[in-house]
């Protein structure tokens, strides 16, 4: 993962991850050393970036496929499964339910925001695009509910990851259709002409620069989750947010279609982001699975686990609300200054004893190093609150409370599930701040329903489509990753229908 700059460990201090210099200068250059000239040519060789090149190739067209970095599907590579509603794996397993059960569960969660004639297009292309990438060599192993974590069984496994069951095949077949792949080479800016995208200007990493004319550009570049600017943006302005997904994917695509006139949804789209407490070590490849740091079981996954409080040493949610939905654990502490997990070492020692291994020493060295000043240990709640500046009669009145519902079987301020509530009673007590590691955008240009880029007043801006994480439209604030691989497959819908929907735009050039 280090190969491909991907941030996995917590280091101690900042995160080296690049701020707001975009490589996209979003102005002609000077002067061009090549002009090359294609139909479509497309930004990014991820999973959508890979769709789009596969359809467009064949539908006949000469493309250009720019990818930044030096491989195909840098981060792609890690998405381990697809989404999917009546698919021929599911009919076979004997997975049964329709895409209403879906859509209406979609409309619920994201509070009727996301729209829901989208929702109903991917749902209804999902089945038919995982039979399509079987046609060009996709491998899929089995579906399932994505380790009981999902509402529904939606989850289609790539063999061997994407990286062997997606990224390999797919590049194979966009080169045995003639598309024309491009690495370390990034698109700068749109080549725009009355309104009209007519292209894009590039650079590679030997510093030549590159006009490529084309009737159509789709934007597959990969969101925004590479630069710490447009992640505060969405809200996540911590020193100690952690960056793991591909900081090559730094918002080039939101920067060239906003250049275009494209209106801007960063604010309100979601991100494939969870809880992490930095002195914990997050080695573990990937970091979201770590038992003790990562998005399921870990110490701040909502899961639970533990007693949370905020800033003023108050109870702010139910600790057990990363269980509906794993994205969940991270929008409560969005309201907060800071965001605690309280626990005593016979919790810690029931959840983590026989799941990580050397978790004892594991705990000891994290007080220890310490990284962040995340992580403290009492024999008292008073010395806890001292050390981590938290006021130490609330926080025993906090405690108090919490303690007589877990005797009392009932959680009367939160309704947090009875099963999971356990006193922290018996020292030596523990504290650790809450910090967040952020994966990956998802959403941030408007678009319509054929991927075409809009305007604010929603305006189709011509030979401008938008795929993947660039624009992905279905969610609102929340990822809803409880119907597990939306997101994957919304990239290859969209990647792949935005080169059908270019393929009319330009018979009609
Ligand atoms: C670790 C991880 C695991 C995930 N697992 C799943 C999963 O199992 N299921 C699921 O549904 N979703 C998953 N996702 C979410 C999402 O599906 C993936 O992030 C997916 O790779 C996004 O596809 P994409 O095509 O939008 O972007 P990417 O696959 O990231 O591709 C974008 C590409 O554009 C390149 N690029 C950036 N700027 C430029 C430029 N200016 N010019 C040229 N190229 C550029 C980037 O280098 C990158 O290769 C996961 C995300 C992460 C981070």
Redesign the pocket.
């Given at each position: 993962m280090a190969a491909l700059g991907l941030v996995g460990c917590a280091s101690s201090g900042a995160n080296e991850v690049a701020s707001s210099a975009s490589?996209?200068a979003l102005t002609a250059p000077t002067s061009i050393d090549e002009t090359l000239s294609c139909d479509m040519v497309i930004?990014?060789?991820?999973?959508?970036?890979?769709a789009a090149a596969v359809q467009a190739g064949i539908d006949g067209h000469s493309v250009i496929l720019?990818?930044?970095?030096g491989q195909?599907?840098?981060?792609?590579g890690?998405?381990?499964?697809?989404?999917g509603v009546e698919s021929t794996m599911q009919k076979a397993a004997g997975i049964d339910f329709t895409i209403a059960d879906v859509v209406a569960h979609e409309m619920e969660v994201a509070q009727y925001r996301s729209p829901g004639a989208q929702w109903i297009d991917l749902c209804t292309n999902s089945a038919g695009n995982i039979d399509w990438e079987v046609e060009q060599g996709v491998l899929f192993d089995h579906v399932d509910d994505y380790y009981g974590t999902c509402t529904l069984a939606t989850?289609h496994w790539f063999k061997d990851k994407?990286s062997g069951g997606y990224i390999e095949p797919m590049s194979a077949r966009a080169k045995a259709l003639g598309v024309d792949i491009h690495l370390t080479?990034?698109?700068?800016s749109l080549i725009i002409e009355d309104g009209v995208i007519k292209g894009v200007y590039?650079e590679d990493g030997d510093g030549m620069v590159y006009q490529v004319d084309a009737k159509a550009v789709i934007m597959?570049?990969?969101?925004v989750?590479g630069d710490s600017e447009l992640v505060a943006e969405q809200g996540w302005t911590s020193d100690w947010v952690l960056f793991?997904?591909?900081t090559?994917?730094?918002g080039?695509?939101l920067h060239?279609a906003e250049q275009a006139g494209a209106k801007d949804m960063l604010s309100e789209a979601a991100a494939?982001v969870m809880n992490y407490v930095p002195a914990f070590p997050s080695n573990h490849a990937?970091?979201?699975a770590d038992p003790l740091n990562g998005m399921v079981t870990g110490v701040a996954s909502a899961h639970g686990f533990g007693l949370w409080v905020n800033q003023d040493a108050k109870r702010f949610v139910n600790e057990n609300v990363g269980v509906s939905n794993m994205m969940l654990q991270t929008m409560p502490t969005k309201a907060n200054k800071h965001s605690y997990v309280i626990f005593d070492q016979a919790m810690f020692d029931a959840t983590y004893t026989g799941l990580v291994d050397g978790v004892a020493d594991i705990l000891a060295e994290s007080l220890k190093t310490n990284d962040g000043d995340s992580l403290y240990s009492a024999d008292s709640i008073a010395a806890l609150a001292t050390k981590t500046g938290l006021d130490a009669d609330t926080l025993e009145e906090t405690v108090d409370r919490y303690n007589g519902m877990c005797a009392a079987g009932k959680d009367t301020d939160f309704s947090r599930d009875a099963k999971t509530l356990t006193a922290v009673e018996s020292g030596p007590f523990y504290i650790a701040r809450i910090e967040q590691t952020y994966?990956?955008s998802?959403g941030g240009v408007l678009n319509s329903a054929k991927h075409e880029a809009l305007t604010t007043d929603y305006e189709t801006i011509p030979g401008l489509y938008i795929?993947?994480?660039?624009g992905?439209m279905l969610y609102r604030s929340v990822y809803t990753?409880n119907l597990?691989?939306?997101?994957?497959?919304?990239?290859v819908n969209s990647?792949r229908y935005s080169a059908i929907n270019a393929d009319e735009y330009i018979k009609f050039l």
């Amino acid at each position: 993962m280090a190969a491909l700059g991907l941030v996995g460990c917590a280091s101690s201090g900042a995160n080296e991850v690049a701020s707001s210099a975009s490589t996209t200068a979003l102005t002609a250059p000077t002067s061009i050393d090549e002009t090359l000239s294609c139909d479509m040519v497309i930004v990014g060789g991820g999973i959508s970036g890979l769709a789009a090149a596969v359809q467009a190739g064949i539908d006949g067209h000469s493309v250009i496929l720019l990818e930044k970095t030096g491989q195909l599907g840098p981060m792609g590579g890690a998405v381990e499964g697809q989404f999917g509603v009546e698919s021929t794996m599911q009919k076979a397993a004997g997975i049964d339910f329709t895409i209403a059960d879906v859509v209406a569960h979609e409309m619920e969660v994201a509070q009727y925001r996301s729209p829901g004639a989208q929702w109903i297009d991917l749902c209804t292309n999902s089945a038919g695009n995982i039979d399509w990438e079987v046609e060009q060599g996709v491998l899929f192993d089995h579906v399932d509910d994505y380790y009981g974590t999902c509402t529904l069984a939606t989850f289609h496994w790539f063999k061997d990851k994407a990286s062997g069951g997606y990224i390999e095949p797919m590049s194979a077949r966009a080169k045995a259709l003639g598309v024309d792949i491009h690495l370390t080479t990034w698109a700068t800016s749109l080549i725009i002409e009355d309104g009209v995208i007519k292209g894009v200007y590039a650079e590679d990493g030997d510093g030549m620069v590159y006009q490529v004319d084309a009737k159509a550009v789709i934007m597959a570049s990969g969101g925004v989750g590479g630069d710490s600017e447009l992640v505060a943006e969405q809200g996540w302005t911590s020193d100690w947010v952690l960056f793991a997904g591909n900081t090559a994917s730094r918002g080039d695509g939101l920067h060239m279609a906003e250049q275009a006139g494209a209106k801007d949804m960063l604010s309100e789209a979601a991100a494939f982001v969870m809880n992490y407490v930095p002195a914990f070590p997050s080695n573990h490849a990937p970091q979201y699975a770590d038992p003790l740091n990562g998005m399921v079981t870990g110490v701040a996954s909502a899961h639970g686990f533990g007693l949370w409080v905020n800033q003023d040493a108050k109870r702010f949610v139910n600790e057990n609300v990363g269980v509906s939905n794993m994205m969940l654990q991270t929008m409560p502490t969005k309201a907060n200054k800071h965001s605690y997990v309280i626990f005593d070492q016979a919790m810690f020692d029931a959840t983590y004893t026989g799941l990580v291994d050397g978790v004892a020493d594991i705990l000891a060295e994290s007080l220890k190093t310490n990284d962040g000043d995340s992580l403290y240990s009492a024999d008292s709640i008073a010395a806890l609150a001292t050390k981590t500046g938290l006021d130490a009669d609330t926080l025993e009145e906090t405690v108090d409370r919490y303690n007589g519902m877990c005797a009392a079987g009932k959680d009367t301020d939160f309704s947090r599930d009875a099963k999971t509530l356990t006193a922290v009673e018996s020292g030596p007590f523990y504290i650790a701040r809450i910090e967040q590691t952020y994966f990956a955008s998802i959403g941030g240009v408007l678009n319509s329903a054929k991927h075409e880029a809009l305007t604010t007043d929603y305006e189709t801006i011509p030979g401008l489509y938008i795929a993947g994480l660039d624009g992905a439209m279905l969610y609102r604030s929340v990822y809803t990753i409880n119907l597990g691989g939306s997101c994957c497959a919304n990239n290859v819908n969209s990647g792949r229908y935005s080169a059908i929907n270019a393929d009319e735009y330009i018979k009609f050039l």
